[in-house]
């Protein structure tokens, strides 16, 4: 495996105390060259004749590895470390999120009428017109991000707790990208009936549930059950996000290679949630031939272990990932570090496409074949082509609420995909630059247009 790149998810702060002679701060910046690290931002916090006290700010690749560059600076003789402050864990302390009131109470006649007495007559107006839920309270413009921590990213069954940062940053994008209001619901549960009841109890509150890092098989089920019952949208990121992000990048890559959906053969390795939603909506798009594999290699016919899910997607064909890879245009990873190698990439078509998105270290490190394929696509920010579900899910859901779509339908992604591709110019599109930037603003805008515009052809919006 190739060393990850540094970056700032593994950023310390130093606060040394540097004596002031000529060649010392220096000699700090060298040793932090010399491990291997990104060199950020330096502060004076004080100075006088004798000393300087700086923050020095160093990106690394690891937990590991910014330690051994804290360790090559204590080595440092004269140089005293005052203090290491890991700049992502700062960060969470505290929360992420908060909740701030939209008006000002400034007067008892702000009281009366934001709470009692006349909170009451809204109540009424409410219980007497339910529709008037949405014009009158929050719901209209917020989203449960519900979890029950047992796929936490790729770390695996953490637990509702550890899952909390993750929904709190998801709440976090909801807000800077669409202007949503959304807060996480970590479930102490992890039975299927549970977290349906749970849902539908809290429904009343939220114009739509985002279902986050739940695992496969039970996800499947959660989500067809709670958009039954349920008169909201409910869409799980993990699913339909990554897919839609997924589709938008291989149009444009598509386009790159000039080859047609219908005739490329694709390998998907990842059959978990994340594969069998990219798989379908992939087919939804037109592709003909899919081949998906797990950790037992092809979903094949003949096997007898295979869920539901994977049965959808079961070919005649047998063997290995790298059997799988043979002649194969693209490859899609929802999956694991590392499983994809130099040698499989080798015996693909010409003109090939990686799309290698485990995170934090993807299925093969790009440096390894970006000269041999025609695009490659990773999960990572430090590389080009981020396949990010951020691009997806906050438009999605600016859009569903705007028309109070009551549901969240195939059309609606194969639209919101269409959308992110398209805002890569002709002219800008080459093998780096295929997929729009998460700070794009226009993202979220285009797809919730999108989004609208197939509610409203389907028939299924209300306003």
Known sequence: MTNLTPNSSFSVTLRLQIPNRVGMLASVTQAIALGGGNLGQIDLIEQNLQESIRDITVDAASTEHAETIVQAVKALPDIKVMNVYDRTFNLHRGGKIS???????????????????????????????PEEVYNLTIKRNTVAIVTDGSAVLGLGNLGPSAALPVMEGKAMLFKEFAGLDAFPICLDTQDTEEIIKAVKYIAPV?????????????????????????DIPVFHDDQNGTAIVTLAALYNSLKVVNKSIADIRIVINGAGAAGVAIARLLRKAGAEKIWMCDSKGIISTSRTDLTAEKQEFAVKAQGTLAGAMQGADVFIGVSAPGVLTPEMVQGMAKDAIIFAMANPIPEIQPELVSKSVAVIATGRSDYPNQINNVLAFPGVF???LDCRAKTITTGMCLEAASAIASLIKPSD???????????????????????????????????
């Open 206 to 230: 939220f114009g739509g549930v985002n279902l986050e890092d739940i695992a496969a098989p039970r996800c499947f089920e959660i989500e067809e059950r709670l958009k039954k019952e349920l």
């Open 429 to 463: 599109l080459n093998r780096q630059f295929i997929i729009p930037s998460v700070f794009d603003k226009r993202v979220a805008t285009a797809v919730a247009a999108a989004v609208q515009q197939a509610a409203r052809q389907e028939g299924i919006a209300h306003s």
């Open 398 to 400: 600016r859009g569903a």
């Open 99 to 129: 909740i701030t009131s939209r008006i000002p109470l400034k007067s008892v006649s702000d009281l009366a009428m934001a709470y009692t007495p006349g909170v009451g007559r809204i109540c009424t107006a409410i219980a007497q017109n």
